[in-house]
């Protein structure tokens, strides 16, 4: 084996060493060349890898080698030359100049462009292809002189001034002599004139010409040649060709490489260039066309007839239904040669040479395992460049490895590595008949991960699983892989140990693992036989990291759904489950030291979080361990982190309950004095409703000034219901006032005492005014009469009534009670119901006391007889008839009323009874 593992370089071969196929078709090729009239065009088919490049380099070898065995011509010229165009290499080139480029370069290394001038020289086809390529240019160029005026008027003074010189030297002489000046003075003035005027009316190119001169501006003419046609580029083959092949025992083979590897567009262009230069009826007469061949390799067949029919959108070759080629691909391609698939001894062999090549000898025995693995499933189609490929895979798993791994099992990774499933260690279905390692799965999560050691990789490959196994608190899940996986133990108490301790902050997630570990700890409550056990390390490490984490969270989160489910798994969990109850309970002693416990922020969350947070402090209360340690003689009240309305809304929720005890442990955020304020304050906005539960859970451990407190708020309320009052003033005095009445009728009477002469009587003159005979109506009467016992003797004036509305309110207690109040049944049934709800008995002796004669108790208690609640009521009981004769002694004082009353409810139960059973 060589000391260090060498890639393969994957290159065409000028040998066969895949058993002899792709040696034949070269021969076949070689032979057709040599021995039969060219223009032809062959389609070498295969696909990718198959060896097509191989077969066009042994077809260039055997070529060589019979022009170098029959030579008898001139040294250095060949008698056979193959021409190689790459369309991939020269992608983005202008394809006709760098296939006319290449083609010269390649007959002038055959030595068939070796004259000194003319179409036999390579210089002239370098020009002429130059020419074709624009970067020779001939251009015509025609100067035509500008003169500015300025110029003209200069060059025609400095003209004149030659003319002048003369006559003024001998006029300087005839000065000197005094011999007549003056004629000689104008005949040099007038040839100076002269001159300058003849010369300044000459043209630009005249006066160019007389002074020979270049002018001070020039205007160009340039005229090019046009843009070469795809005509002259054929010519220029032709040309080219019957210079080349002029001789008889010439021939030339092209090969127009990688067409189906280019752009489609690309591809286009390609097939023009071939039909322009090879499919052209008028070279089929030329004497060359005959010493020509032309070979195509092509593996995507369907690229091809797509792009040589000028569409891209429509596959002609579609995948599952092959078609036979068109047309005009017969018709570009006369022979068509297919490269047959690799025989299993053939590929074999190829595969155990390359093997040999890169690693040396086998003295393992690998190289016939990693031959049943490729053989099993791997790489398909099996072709030479995927074989080299899969050995250069293997070379750099081997360098990157060293000896650690066999050989073979790094063979299985590179063929089935995409097959297996890290985060399940499940390999691929089959290969352990081939590979007997129980190792198997680690060390492929090992070459997955790229890890030092299978223990690493399993913990990385596992990860992902055993994570969401965790947050799940999936305990299915983790026991099946510590059946499956051997290396999950370690996984685990890795996990533990290294990212359990994180949690701090993720007290979900550390409750979760509790809960979904607890379940495999030996020992502990809920683990079921069948299940695999953590060993006793492992659950050791769980319950110490367990504990630590939680008590370094400080405070717990009672959003958490899962917290008491959590609790409760970690309390299974521990050795000393009192010192963990008491962790949980200075835990939630933390909660109203959160930062912004006193703010509004974590109020409001808690708040819009209501039904999570409140279910858990009640679930989490509710466990044995902590129940006992907060429900014990002496316990220090927990600070909730809420506001008082928060706590009635507690209160209303467990008061009454099973868990009415937690309230008796735990305490608003701000205490008792600032739930009383709270209270005074309901009853100033008129939110009654929510200050129930809170009031009544302060009256049941004795704070009665809560109570008094509201009642006094709710005097307040009176004092300010004066004269001319409003509809929302009355309404909310006799609200407030019936709130009283409801929840403590004894207490309440003396401070409805205390409104019934004035406020009570205005509200109940408002009402009557407005004609609605209301529950508020009804209610306001009934606790006059129960605060006062009756109505004081006034006499009524009509001046009065106006001048003081309390006046107004007697007036209307005196016509109730006289019967003389317009009730029919629909009223009736109002203040029957509002007597009931009030359980305002009272009222029945008070009316009868202070007006016996008016029917009115009669009336009301026979609505009530027919009251379907009311009788079911008296019936829960106990004995129905008994509580009506008990009902009736104490509240029906007339014994006539009395028996009607008996009589009607008992008759009407029955037919509710009947009623309700059929």
Wanted: aromatic share 8%.
């Amino acid at each position: 084996m060589p000391e260090v593992p060498q890639l393969l370089v994957d290159e065409p071969s000028p040998e066969d060493s895949l058993g002899g196929a792709h040696e034949r078709i070269a021969r076949t090729i070689a032979n057709l060349v040599r021995s039969s009239p060219g223009g032809q065009t062959i389609h070498l088919d295969g696909t990718w890898g198959s060896g097509k490049s191989s077969i066009v380099k042994m077809l260039t070898h055997q070529l060589e080698q019979t022009a170098a065995a029959g030579s008898s011509g001139p040294k250095g010229v060949e008698k056979f030359a193959v021409f190689l165009y790459d369309a991939w290499v020269h992608s983005g080139d202008p394809m006709r100049r760098a296939f006319l480029t290449g083609l010269i370069s390649r007959t002038k290394d055959a030595g068939w462009l070796n004259g000194h001038e003319g179409p036999t020289s390579a210089e002239y086809w370098r020009t002429k292809l130059d020419r074709l390529s624009r970067r020779f240019k001939t251009t015509t160029r025609k100067s035509t002189p500008v003169f500015s005026p300025l110029a003209k008027i200069v060059l025609s003074a400095l003209v004149g001034l030659g003319f002048a010189i003369p006559f003024f030297a001998e006029l300087e002489k005839r000065i000197a002599g005094d011999l007549g000046s003056i004629p000689l003075l104008a005949l040099t003035i007038t040839s100076a004139v002269v001159a300058f005027g003849l010369v300044h009316l000459l043209s630009d190119q005249a006066m160019a010409l007389v002074l020979r001169r270049t002018s001070d501006e020039e205007a160009t003419e340039i005229r090019e040649d046009p843009e070469p046609t795809t005509i002259e580029f054929q010519e220029a083959f032709g040309d080219l060709m019957s210079t080349v092949l002029s001789w008889s025992d010439r021939r030339l083979v092209i090969v127009i490489d990688n067409l189906d590897r280019i752009e489609t567009a690309e591809t286009r262009t390609a097939w023009a260039l071939l039909r322009s230069f090879l499919d052209n009826p008028q070279f089929a007469s030329a004497s060359w066309f005959k010493r020509l061949w032309v070979v195509v390799p092509v593996a995507d067949q369907s690229k091809m007839s797509n792009a040589s029919a000028g569409n891209t959108n429509i596959d002609l070759f579609p995948e599952n239904k092959p078609s036979p080629p068109p047309s005009f691909l017969e018709k570009v391609f006369q022979i068509r040669i297919s490269l047959p698939p690799l025989m299993l001894h053939s590929w074999k062999n190829y595969l155990h040479e390359c093997l040999s090549r890169c690693f040396g000898e086998d003295a393992t025995g690998d190289f016939d395992e990693i031959l049943r693995l490729y053989e099993g499933g791997g790489k398909k189609p099996v072709t030479p460049r995927s074989i080299v490929s899969f050995v250069n895979e293997l070379v750099v798993l081997r360098l990157e490895r060293d000896d650690a791994i066999p050989l073979s099992i790094l063979a299985a990774y590179v063929l089935y590595g995409d097959q297996f499933e890290p985060d399940r260690m499940k390999l691929p279905d089959g290969l352990k008949s081939v590979l007997r390692d129980t190792s198997l799965e680690s060390t492929f999560a090992m070459l997955h991960h790229r890890a030092k050691s299978p223990q690493d990789a399993s913990y990385f490959s596992m990860m992902p699983r055993l994570e969401a196994a965790l947050d799940g608190a999936d305990t299915e899940t983790i026991a099946q892989m510590l059946r499956e996986i051997p290396a999950a133990e370690y996984v685990i108490d890795t996990y533990i140990r290294e990212n359990l301790t994180r949690l701090e902050n993720q007290q979900e997630r550390l409750l979760q693992a509790v809960r979904a570990l607890l379940p495999l700890v030996r020992g502990a409550t809920g683990i079921q036989a069948e299940r695999p056990a953590l060993s006793g390390s492992t659950a050791a490490h769980l319950r110490q990291v367990a504990v630590d984490t939680l008590s370094s969270a400080k405070i717990l989160r009672l959003y958490n759904p899962n917290l008491a489910s959590g609790l409760r798994a970690m309390l299974d969990l521990s050795l000393d489950t009192t010192k963990t109850a008491e962790l949980i309970v200075a835990m939630l002693r933390q909660l109203a030291n959160f930062p912004d416990a006193t703010g509004t922020t974590l109020s409001k969350e808690i708040s819009q979080k209501w039904e999570i947070w409140s279910s858990m402090l009640r679930e989490c209360l509710s466990i044995a361990e902590i129940a006992t340690l907060v429900r014990a003689e002496g316990f220090e009240k927990l600070v909730l982190p809420i506001d008082s309305e928060s706590w009635s809304r507690l209160c209303s929720e467990l008061m009454g309950t099973g868990h009415e005890w937690i309230l008796d442990c735990s305490t608003s955020l701000r205490g008792i004095s600032s739930d009383l304020a709270w209270l005074k304050g309901q009853v100033k906005t008129q939110e009654l409703a929510s200050i129930g539960p809170v009031l009544r859970f302060y009256r049941a451990r004795g704070h009665d000034e809560f109570y008094d407190e509201v009642a006094r708020s709710v005097l307040a309320i009176a004092s300010s219901t004066g004269p001319g009052p409003g509809q929302s003033n009355v309404e909310q005095l006799v609200r407030s006032s019936l709130f009283l009445f409801r929840f403590d009728k004894t207490r309440s009477l003396p401070y409805v005492a205390q409104m019934a002469g004035s406020a009570l009587l205005i509200a109940l003159a408002v009402f009557a005014l407005s004609a609605e005979f209301t529950e508020l109506l009804a209610a306001t009467i009934y606790m006059i009469l129960m605060a006062s016992r009756g109505i004081p003797i006034v006499t009524l004036q009509t001046a009065a009534t106006i001048a003081n509305p309390a006046q107004a309110g007697i007036e209307v207690l005196q016509q109730f009670g006289s019967g003389k109040m317009a009730l029919d049944a629909k009223r009736f049934q109002i203040f029957a119901r509002t007597l009931d709800e009030m359980r305002a008995y009272e009222v029945l002796n008070i009316l009868t006391a202070s007006w016996p004669r008016t029917g009115m108790v009669g009336a009301l208690a026979a609505v009530l007889a027919n009251d379907q609640q009311f009788l079911q009521r008296l019936g829960d009981k106990g004995d129905l008839e008994t509580s009506l004769n008990e009902f009736a002694d104490q509240y029906l004082p007339d014994s006539v009323t009395r028996k009607n009353f008996i009589e009607s409810s008992l008759r009407n139960a029955t037919h509710q009874s009947v009623a309700s059973s059929s």
